[in-house]
């Protein structure tokens, strides 16, 4: 965005006419390349709601600073009504001279008004407009965003509170470790979530200072109260420093590693997912909503949307990574190449809306195959019980691990499982061994013992639940969940 120039009635003819804001000082227009490079309008245009809003308040800003009189200001906000109207019913007609929507709104403002409408932009810059406009939209869009991350952690819980006794094998380096509840893997990613929810509202304290009223660099000569157009904008501070308001995208880079990063829990959900709808593990089975078939085998389905997601995650952390590449060897206050701070800000808005929505809606229709699950057990996943056994007859940790590891040569040996060692060679390795050995080889019980917070255990379990379901409890004053 160029700096502005004070508008006079020459200015306004210009505009309407539909020459450039900048214009006077050039003998000839841009070459239709430079023209081309320049203009945002294609997809800035998506910014017409709050760049008017915010033109609303910044000429209730020139009223009381004197700059407009109440029958300029009133004919202001009526034209930029109009214009608003325009955009709602889709009548609005783009011109070839619009650069970008905040020449596209004035130039139609001022074909309704008249010069007067060139009275608008006055102590005003693009710099600082689309500073303030682009905060003003991002803080709407996280609502929004938040909303979804809200629903996904609300189908996490129903599906955790109806399936708690459902039993899985839980998985390090892709091998079978320990047995442990389905609740308990649901739980893991709505922890995610949750984080993700707190780090992207942490995010809103930032952006939510008001450029408007900075000018181009210097400021505001005019005595234009910039806290009273944060009180008609919904800004809880004014940004400090002109200079830095300007320039600062520093909240547009947050928010696209946030997105990133948001996309990558996104990405490994629906990689275990994937998993465990397969033949080999038949964990679940995805709803035909969200499943696809094959052009050519007639008895494919396939997890199309996961694989979406996951492949979407890298899309938006090339969208972060690109953008700071862009930051990186900008000089201070504003340049043309924070023009490229809209696209991938828009396109991840865009995709983590849309891939929200869709995990929401996997999570709510698979169906869990409790038999399979279950049928995944074995009984090597209780090794470490077999240490534990020996840990609470006081033996070391490390020596029962190495004692059992014998067991395991022993039983290999046999070609047995650890279960099935009978007791005479069980103390023929220690002599701690008892009868009650027998008595490890149950998955609920061993669950059960795993009862520290955070754990797998019943209770344990039923305490991530409700802690989940206190944090959606704090959040239903901004949202409404869709059960």
Not at 88 to 116: C, M, S, W, Y
Request: charged letters at 25%; aromatic letters at 8%; proline letters at 3%.
């Amino acid at each position: 965005m160029s700096e502005s120039i004070n508008s006079h009635p020459d200015c306004s003819r210009s505009v309407q006419n539909g020459m450039k804001m900048w214009g006077g000082r050039f003998a000839a227009g841009p070459s239709s390349s430079m023209d081309a490079l320049n203009k945002s309008i294609s997809f800035d245009q998506r910014l017409w709601q709050v760049d008017i809003d915010g033109s609303v308040a910044y000429a209730k800003g020139l009223n009381l600073a004197g700059i407009l009189n109440s029958t300029e200001l009133s004919a202001i906000i009526t034209g930029l009504k109009q214009v608003k109207e325009e955009w709602k019913n889709d009548q609005f007609v783009l011109q070839e001279t619009d650069e970008d929507i905040h020449t596209a709104n004035e130039r139609r403002l001022t074909e309704i008004i008249g010069p007067v409408g060139g009275k608008l932009h006055t102590g005003r810059s693009r710099n600082d407009q689309v500073a303030t406009d682009l905060r003003m939209w991002l803080k709407d869009e996280i609502v929004i965003i938040e909303g979804l991350l809200v629903k996904i952690l609300d189908v996490l819980c129903n599906r955790a509170e109806t399936e708690l006794d459902i039993v899985m094998p839980g998985y390090t380096h892709l091998q079978r470790a320990q047995p442990v509840r389905w609740s308990h893997f649901l739980m893991s990613y709505a922890v995610s979530f949750k984080s993700d929810y707190v780090r992207l509202n942490s995010l809103l304290p930032e952006i939510d200072e008001l450029p408007l009223g900075s000018g181009a660099v210097a400021g505001n000569p005019l005595g234009i109260n910039r806290e009273y157009l944060a009180s008609l904008l919904a800004f809880s501070n004014v940004a400090l420093n002109s200079m830095h308001a300007v320039s600062d995208r520093d909240f547009v880079a947050q928010f696209l590693q946030w997105a990133a990063l948001t996309g990558i829990h996104l990405s490994r959900l629906s990689e275990d997912l994937i998993i465990y709808s397969t033949k080999e593990f038949r964990f679940i089975t995805m709803s035909d909503q969200y499943s696809s078939g094959s052009s050519l085998m007639p008895q494919k389905k396939n997890p199309d949307v996961l694989e979406l997601l996951r492949g979407k995650a890298g899309r938006l952390i090339g969208n972060h990574t690109g953008f700071m590449c862009t930051l990186k060897g900008l000089p201070s206050t504003y340049s043309k190449d924070l023009q490229e701070d809209k696209e991938p800000l828009f396109d991840s808005v865009d995709q983590i809306k849309i891939m929200l929505d869709a995990a929401h809606g996997v999570l709510a229709t698979l169906t869990i195959n409790a038999n399979a699950c279950r049928s995944a057990l074995s009984f090597d996943m209780l090794a470490t019980d077999v240490a534990y056994y020996l840990v609470r007859k006081g033996v070391p940790f490390r020596e029962a691990h190495h004692i059992v590891g014998k067991l395991v040569v022993l039983a290999e040996g046999k070609q047995c499982h650890l279960k099935d060692i009978a007791l005479k060679d069980l103390q023929s390795i220690d002599h701690r061994f008892a009868d009650d050995y027998a008595q490890i080889w149950d998955f609920e019980k061993s669950m059960e013992q795993y009862s520290a917070t955070g754990s797998t255990a019943h209770a344990a379990v039923w305490q991530q639940i409700a802690t989940i379901r206190e944090f959606i409890m704090n959040t239903k004053e901004r949202f409404t969940i869709e059960q």
